[in-house]
Structures are given as structure tokens and as C-alpha cells.
């Protein structure tokens, strides 16, 4: 059974850092596609960043050259670096997961496992 624990949420200031954590069990490192994806109230929920087994990674252009994904196999735990946060990265983030051997997909709907949440509120 997939499990995803999220973890490292808060509030901060415009300009300040969070990471992210999302704990899972139950997948395969050689068969996953992870991601992170958010949902700020009144708007859809988009991806943010994605990495595949392999440690292919995509991101949203409005996170690039600020967020970082990375994958630690060791600790089955995959992270969010955000730095320079903006008051628009305000949403609830969210950590999915499918089985998959490559070309992981942006769009939330491929993924079947997802955490609880956690909220990231960035003031101005």
C-alpha cells in the first residue's frame, strides 16, 4: 500500500525559504514518478515540480531557477527546495505518486497517490 507524508509547511515572509518534505512506502525505486503540486484557494490545482526515477525533473515556469526537487532513496523521502517564496506561492502543496518507468507526467490527474497537504503561506 502507497503511502505519502508531507511535512515542512509554514508561514514566511516574501524572500524567505521552506523545504518540503514528502515521506512515501510502498513504491518501487526503480517504477515512480513523484511531484509536488499546489492549490491556492479559488484556483485549479497545478504541478509544480515533478521527478521520475531517474531523476528527470520539470518545473512550472513560474518556480524555475527558485524551487528544486530532489529525491534521497535512502530515506525514501522526496523534497521541495522553495526559496525566494512569493506572497503568489501561497497554496495548499501536495505530494503524488504513480507507477511508472519513465516520462513522468505534468498533469495531476495521472497521479493515483497523493498526501494530505500542507500549507505554505507567503506574506508581502
Known amino acids: 500500500q502507497v503511502q505519502l507524508v508531507e511535512s515542512g509547511g509554514g508561514s514566511v515572509q516574501a524572500g524567505g525559504s521552506l523545504r518540503l518534505s514528502c515521506a512515501y512506502s510502498g513504491m518501487s525505486d526503480s517504477r515512480r514518478c513523484m511531484g509536488w503540486f499546489r492549490q491556492a484557494p479559488g484556483s485549479e490545482r497545478e504541478a509544480v515540480a515533478i521527478i521520475s526515477s531517474s531523476g528527470s525533473t520539470r518545473y512550472a515556469d513560474s518556480v524555475k531557477g527558485r524551487f528544486t526537487i530532489s529525491s534521497d532513496n535512502a530515506k525514501n523521502t522526496v523534497f521541495l527546495q522553495m526559496n525566494s517564496l512569493k506572497p503568489e506561492d501561497t497554496a495548499m502543496y501536495s505530494c503524488?505518486?504513480?507507477?511508472?518507468?519513465?516520462?513522468?507526467?505534468?498533469?495531476?490527474?495521472?497521479?493515483?497517490?497523493w498526501g494530505q497537504g500542507t500549507q505554505v503561506t507567503v506574506s508581502s
Open positions: 503524488a505518486a504513480y507507477e511508472r518507468y519513465k516520462f513522468c507526467s505534468f498533469l495531476a490527474p495521472s497521479y493515483n497517490y
